[in-house]
């Protein structure tokens, strides 16, 4: 409010300017809309720089006295740009006839014109015109008119800012208007000048009426909200004089004065109960605003406040609050609770928070929201992280997570199953019970994911003898009669026979009544309809050309015949009589993969691991039988312990705390009292007090500009330019720098630019006259839309002044954006990227060629030049090997996903592969794949 107020105008370009003997024929001779329209060509041509010193007293006195509101808005715009003082300096003589007219508008009849002289004078600077207007202003104070009243308390402000010596007792003024006004608009820019002026009075105004803030208009209340802030910032003794206002001010109407009291009471209180009701406070605003945009809002504060150690038990205690947030209907909403909750959950409330998630599994079955599904799976992944946190929930939550394992939706399914399995590893005294609601559930499974894992839980915890025969039995009824491919061939030719008796129409007779009472016999041919065979789930896997099923099934009969070979209650015959059915499984699985009757035949890396299994039951080996029956097992038992360590870090990396590099203990020197040998060692104020903070950034921000200096033109050009590049999230700032290196004056200089890509010029340059050897800085602002490697180039165009109108061009080097300014690392779990990695259809392959010996170092140079983090565990790439792949990750700060996929491998210490890079835009993809090309180029080269 207390900030200058600004015209825009307009004008278009393939005008012709006017001569001023035809303006002044318009102005003294046209009716009021040919005034207008030569009133707007005088005030476009007064901003292109022309001056028309002779129309002054003929727009004085053919348009001064004119009534038209539009002419009366054109002439305060007029009046505004118009120069007021003549070449010695003084103010010129025609504008005592001006200032008479602002006073005449002033007592003008109509509200408007009052109200728009008021804001006009506000950017009037002249005090000799505004001296004599001194009493008309005042005397709007108390103007009938609110829209009146309210601009004359901004025009009393301005004028009090800068010359106070025109209007000395201006804060008691206002302070007497504020007490006798009314209107709540008044009231706030009045409230507004004192804070601005007087702060004091402002203050003293604000006890007067403390009891009655709640009563207030929501303008107003929030002035005073940002007035105790700011007061009692400053004031410490002060805050438990206007503490009790902010906290009457929790209870608005409005949801801006509520959040924003809030907001001041985490700022200004570290008491608990305060925490507490800005907590509650925003709690409620979530819960009655619609807008999802304010919700997200609100639950980001929630977070900031959690990110205080000292407040975590608050909201931990009002935990069971923040889930009733989950009625909103928005999925991010949701996401964003659950996120906050996860940080918030303890070993007090881990019960509450658990029981009220399974109601919400439970009202995702018919929930009418359209993303009922992903909720879901949201919520899978809630009770999963809970369950590993919090191991003795994990007996509540397996039971009614494997209820959701025959779900539609496999993503959520994949979940379920991956949390049972690591389940079955961390609560050994739940296994029989899992192991049995598993059994019941394998029938129902449709997603060849879930079945193999499923398998594999068999194979692994499957351990007493009848435990195992019970395995077989249900592996047995879910591939159905065997051998497969004998019974598929009957089925289908009993199918085909039952086709051709059911294509032979067949003709019914039936005798009906007619309206008119009498009998009538109709006849019609019928045929029944097809019935199609149906077959157990795995046997439909494998049918649909599922293999990998195949091999997970082989490789847990494996472990089950084995370790009940190695049980000593089965007899010997018992043992042979499982092994040779494990066996026919397999080999009839084989058999049909080589058979034609799937979609797709069986492919060699199946065929080998079953026929693998094969060789092991039928010759079992001492080295082979630990493999099957104990080093599969220690491998997942060590990737569990890894996860849980790695949750553990994560969590100690959220509440860890900021390395201080200046302790409370540590000397403090004064600049005053420095020698001049310590003038240069120590840092300014700011820098020390953010290593104080631990808020100091490390990095060399000398360095990282110097990178960013682009030369645009050659020292040999007449014109030398070099850009600064200022990248901020979403635009981009060139600082150009233009030197004139001749003898001459460059008349018209104009840097004009073009891009390429997904940037966009938002204005154009303006020209420039540079003297001999002189130079001028050009910024020029480039917005920035999507994640793609852009190019900005141009060229620099002028006039040599006194030479021929010829125009010089001196053409500049582009300007390359480089992509790594907008993607930083990010993380997500292996589910996740999968997830992505199926769904994204752009694809981008890369191939390696590089000097770089090593695998390991040819992943550091990647992830380096990229910005992206390696989400395979380190656990994973240790060792030596002629072989190494990799899932790579990072974001955009436009929310576009990068992934990529390293597999390489070496040969004769070469280094050869491919990198597969996946998004969802076109961009972001061949952008990654070209930053990393060139840069395996200067590798090359650098070797």
Same mark, same amino acid.
């Given at each position: 409010?207390?900030?200058?107020?600004?015209?825009?105008?307009?004008?278009?370009?393939?005008?012709?300017?006017?001569?001023?003997?035809?303006?002044?024929?318009?102005?003294?001779?046209?009716?009021?809309?040919?005034?207008?329209?030569?009133?707007?060509?005088?005030?476009?041509?007064?901003?292109?720089?022309?001056?028309?010193?002779?129309?002054?007293?003929?727009?004085?006195?053919?348009?001064?006295?004119?009534?038209?509101?539009?002419?009366?808005?054109?002439?305060?715009?007029?009046?505004?740009?118009?120069?007021?003082?003549?070449?010695?300096?003084?103010?010129?003589?025609?504008?005592?006839?001006?200032?008479?007219?602002?006073?005449?508008?002033?007592?003008?009849?109509?509200?408007?014109?009052?109200?728009?002289?008021?804001?006009?004078?506000?950017?009037?600077?002249?005090?000799?015109?505004?001296?004599?207007?001194?009493?008309?202003?005042?005397?709007?104070?108390?103007?009938?008119?609110?829209?009146?009243?309210?601009?004359?308390?901004?025009?009393?402000?301005?004028?009090?800012?800068?010359?106070?010596?025109?209007?000395?007792?201006?804060?008691?003024?206002?302070?007497?208007?504020?007490?006798?006004?009314?209107?709540?608009?008044?009231?706030?820019?009045?409230?507004?000048?004192?804070?601005?002026?007087?702060?004091?009075?402002?203050?003293?105004?604000?006890?007067?009426?403390?009891?009655?803030?709640?009563?207030?208009?929501?303008?107003?209340?929030?002035?005073?909200?940002?007035?105790?802030?700011?007061?009692?910032?400053?004031?410490?003794?002060?805050?438990?004089?206007?503490?009790?206002?902010?906290?009457?001010?929790?209870?608005?109407?409005?949801?801006?004065?509520?959040?924003?009291?809030?907001?001041?009471?985490?700022?200004?209180?570290?008491?608990?109960?305060?925490?507490?009701?800005?907590?509650?406070?925003?709690?409620?605003?979530?819960?009655?605003?619609?807008?999802?945009?304010?919700?997200?809002?609100?639950?980001?504060?929630?977070?900031?406040?959690?990110?205080?150690?000292?407040?975590?038990?608050?909201?931990?205690?009002?935990?069971?609050?923040?889930?009733?947030?989950?009625?909103?209907?928005?999925?991010?909403?949701?996401?964003?609770?659950?996120?906050? +909750?996860?940080?918030?959950?303890?070993?007090?409330?881990?019960?509450?928070?658990?029981?009220?998630?399974?109601?919400?599994?439970?009202?995702?079955?018919?929930?009418?929201?359209?993303?009922?599904? %992903?909720?879901?799976?949201?919520?899978?992944?809630?009770?999963?992280?809970?369950?590993?946190?919090?191991?003795?929930?994990?007996?509540?939550?397996?039971?009614?997570?494997?209820?959701?394992?025959?779900?539609?939706?496999?993503?959520?399914?994949?979940?379920?199953?991956?949390?049972?399995?690591?389940?079955?590893?961390?609560?050994?005294?739940?296994?029989?019970?899992?192991?049995?609601?598993?059994?019941?559930?394998?029938?129902?499974?449709?997603?060849?994911?879930?079945?193999?894992?499923?398998?594999?839980?068999?194979?692994?915890?499957?351990?007493?003898?009848?435990?195992?025969?019970?395995?077989?039995?249900?592996?047995?009824?879910?591939?159905?009669?065997?051998?497969?491919?004998?019974?598929?061939?009957?089925?289908?030719?009993?199918?085909?026979?039952?086709?051709?008796?059911?294509?032979?129409?067949?003709?019914?007779?039936?005798?009906?009544?007619?309206?008119?009472?009498?009998?009538?016999?109709?006849?019609?041919?019928?045929?029944?309809?097809? +019935? %199609?065979?149906?077959?157990?789930?795995?046997?439909?896997?494998?049918?649909?050309?599922?293999?990998?099923?195949?091999?997970?099934?082989?490789?847990?009969?494996?472990?089950?015949?084995?370790?009940?070979?190695?049980?000593?209650?089965?007899?010997?015959?018992?043992?042979?009589?499982?092994?040779?059915?494990?066996?026919?499984?397999?080999?009839?699985?084989?058999?049909?993969?080589?058979?034609?009757?799937?979609?797709?035949?069986?492919?060699?890396?199946?065929?080998?691991?079953?026929?693998?299994?094969?060789?092991?039951?039928?010759?079992?080996?001492?080295?082979?039988?630990?493999?099957?029956?104990?080093?599969?097992?220690?491998?997942?038992?060590?990737?569990?312990?890894?996860?849980?360590?790695?949750?553990?870090?994560?969590? %100690?990396?959220?509440?860890?705390?900021?390395?201080?590099?200046?302790?409370?203990?540590?000397?403090?020197?004064?600049?005053?009292?420095?020698?001049?040998?310590?003038?240069?060692?120590?840092?300014?104020?700011?820098?020390?007090?953010?290593?104080?903070?631990?808020?100091?950034?490390?990095?060399?921000?000398?360095?990282?500009?110097?990178?960013?200096?682009?030369?645009?033109?050659?020292?040999?050009?007449?014109?030398?330019?070099?850009?600064?590049?200022?990248?901020?999230?979403?635009?981009?700032?060139?600082?150009?720098?233009?030197?004139?290196?001749?003898?001459?004056?460059?008349?018209?200089?104009?840097?004009?630019?073009?891009?390429?890509?997904?940037?966009?010029?938002?204005?154009?340059?303006?020209?420039?006259?540079?003297?001999?050897?002189?130079?001028?800085?050009?910024?020029?602002?480039?917005?920035?839309?999507?994640?793609?490697?852009?190019?900005?180039?141009?060229?620099?165009?002028?006039?040599?002044?006194?030479?021929?109108?010829?125009?010089?061009?001196?053409?500049?080097?582009?300007?390359?954006?480089?992509?790594?300014?907008?993607?930083?690392?990010?993380?997500?779990?292996?589910?996740?990227?999968?997830?992505?990695?199926?769904?994204?259809?752009?694809?981008?392959?890369?191939?390696?060629?590089?000097?770089?010996?090593?695998?390991?170092?040819?992943?550091?140079?990647?992830?380096?030049?990229?910005?992206?983090?390696?989400?395979?565990?380190?656990?994973?790439?240790?060792?030596?090997?002629?072989?190494?792949?990799?899932?790579?990750?990072?974001?955009?700060?436009?929310?576009?996903?990068?992934?990529?996929?390293?597999?390489?491998?070496?040969?004769?210490?070469?280094?050869?592969?491919?990198?597969?890079?996946?998004?969802?835009?076109?961009?972001?993809?061949?952008?990654?794949?070209?930053?990393?090309?060139?840069?395996?180029?200067?590798?090359?080269?650098?070797?």
């Amino acid at each position: 409010m207390s900030e200058h107020c600004y015209t825009l105008i307009n004008a278009p370009e393939d005008q012709e300017p006017p001569t001023e003997a035809q303006l002044r024929k318009d102005l003294s001779e046209g009716k009021v809309d040919t005034k207008i329209a030569a009133m707007k060509k005088i005030i476009t041509q007064l901003f292109a720089g022309e001056r028309y010193p002779n129309l002054l007293m003929c727009i004085i006195q053919y348009v001064m006295p004119q009534d038209d509101k539009m002419l009366k808005k054109l002439l305060l715009i007029y009046w505004e740009i118009v120069p007021k003082h003549g070449t010695d300096g003084k103010l010129l003589h025609e504008m005592i006839l001006v200032c008479d007219a602002y006073r005449k508008d002033l007592q003008h009849p109509n509200e408007f014109v009052r109200g728009c002289t008021l804001r006009f004078l506000c950017k009037l600077s002249e005090p000799e015109l505004l001296e004599p207007l001194m009493p008309s202003i005042q005397a709007t104070l108390s103007d009938k008119h609110q829209y009146v009243r309210r601009n004359a308390v901004l025009c009393v402000l301005t004028i009090f800012k800068h010359h106070d010596h025109l209007i000395p007792d201006a804060p008691e003024l206002i302070y007497n208007f504020l007490e006798q006004e009314r209107d709540a608009s008044c009231k706030r820019n009045a409230f507004m000048m004192l804070i601005a002026v007087d702060q004091e009075r402002a203050l003293d105004y604000l006890s007067t009426c403390m009891d009655q803030v709640q009563t207030f208009n929501n303008i107003l209340q929030l002035v005073i909200v940002e007035l105790i802030h700011k007061v009692c910032r400053t004031d410490v003794n002060k805050r438990a004089r206007f503490i009790l206002c902010i906290y009457a001010l929790l209870d608005a109407e409005s949801s801006a004065v509520r959040y924003d009291a809030a907001t001041t009471l985490v700022t200004l209180s570290s008491a608990s109960s305060a925490i507490e009701a800005a907590a509650k406070c925003y709690i409620d605003l979530i819960m009655k605003e619609s807008d999802n945009s304010v919700k997200l809002i609100v639950l980001d504060r929630l977070a900031d406040i959690k990110r205080n150690p000292n407040y975590l038990r608050i909201l931990q205690n009002m935990v069971m609050d923040i889930l009733q947030v989950l009625a909103a209907p928005d999925l991010e909403v949701k996401k964003k609770t659950l996120e906050l +909750v996860l940080d918030l959950v303890s070993a007090r409330n881990i019960g509450e928070v658990v029981m009220f998630l399974k109601k919400e599994m439970a009202k995702t079955n018919n929930a009418q929201f359209e993303k009922s599904a %992903e909720y879901r799976q949201i919520l899978i992944r809630t009770l999963h992280t809970c369950g590993v946190r919090f191991p003795e929930t994990a007996k509540i939550i397996v039971p009614q997570l494997m209820e959701f394992l025959s779900d539609s939706t496999a993503s959520s399914s994949i979940d379920v199953i991956l949390f049972v399995r690591e389940a079955f590893e961390r609560l050994p005294e739940m296994r029989d019970d899992m192991l049995s609601k598993l059994f019941d559930n394998f029938s129902t499974l449709t997603s060849s994911e879930v079945a193999r894992a499923a398998l594999w839980i068999f194979g692994e915890y499957a351990t007493q003898a009848d435990v195992i025969t019970e395995t077989i039995d249900h592996v047995k009824k879910s591939l159905g009669e065997l051998p497969l491919v004998d019974t598929e061939l009957r089925a289908i030719a009993q199918l085909e026979e039952a086709a051709e008796e059911d294509d032979t129409p067949k003709i019914v007779t039936k005798t009906r009544i007619t309206a008119d009472g009498t009998y009538a016999t109709e006849s019609a041919y019928t045929s029944t309809k097809k +019935v %199609e065979h149906v077959r157990p789930n795995v046997r439909q896997m494998l049918l649909d050309g599922n293999f990998f099923v195949a091999t997970a099934l082989a490789s847990s009969l494996t472990k089950l015949s084995l370790k009940y070979s190695s049980l000593e209650g089965p007899t010997q015959a018992e043992k042979n009589r499982l092994n040779a059915q494990c066996m026919l499984f397999m080999s009839s699985i084989v058999n049909l993969g080589k058979s034609g009757l799937p979609t797709t035949p069986m492919d060699l890396d199946s065929n080998d691991r079953i026929m693998a299994c094969l060789r092991v039951l039928s010759d079992p080996t001492p080295e082979l039988q630990k493999i099957f029956q104990s080093s599969c097992h220690e491998a997942f038992a060590r990737m569990i312990k890894l996860t849980a360590d790695e949750s553990a870090k994560k969590i %100690e990396t959220k509440g860890g705390k900021k390395e201080v590099e200046v302790h409370a203990d540590d000397l403090i020197s004064f600049r005053a009292l420095r020698n001049s040998e310590e003038a240069d060692v120590s840092d300014d104020h700011e820098t020390m007090l953010s290593k104080a903070t631990g808020s100091s950034d490390t990095k060399s921000a000398d360095q990282s500009k110097l990178n960013r200096v682009f030369q645009l033109s050659g020292f040999s050009d007449p014109v030398y330019a070099e850009a600064y590049v200022h990248v901020h999230q979403y635009d981009i700032l060139l600082d150009v720098i233009i030197v004139n290196q001749t003898p001459d004056t460059l008349q018209n200089l104009t840097l004009e630019l073009a891009t390429l890509g997904d940037l966009k010029l938002t204005e154009k340059t303006s020209s420039h006259t540079l003297a001999p050897h002189d130079f001028a800085n050009i910024k020029a602002n480039v917005k920035v839309s999507s994640t793609e490697t852009g190019i900005i180039f141009g060229n620099i165009v002028y006039e040599v002044a006194g030479a021929s109108l010829d125009r010089n061009c001196v053409v500049l080097n582009d300007i390359h954006i480089d992509i790594m300014d907008y993607i930083s690392p990010a993380s997500c779990t292996e589910t996740q990227f999968r997830d992505m990695w199926s769904e994204f259809e752009w694809e981008n392959k890369v191939a390696v060629r590089t000097t770089i010996e090593s695998l390991r170092g040819y992943l550091d140079h990647l992830l380096k030049t990229t910005n992206m983090r390696c989400l395979t565990p380190e656990t994973a790439l240790e060792g030596e090997c002629d072989f190494l792949a990799a899932n790579l990750y990072a974001r955009s700060v436009f929310g576009e996903d990068a992934l990529a996929n390293l597999s390489i491998d070496r040969t004769n210490d070469v280094v050869s592969g491919h990198i597969r890079i996946r998004s969802k835009t076109q961009g972001i993809a061949l952008s990654l794949g070209d930053k990393i090309t060139l840069n395996q180029k200067d590798a090359y080269k650098s070797a």
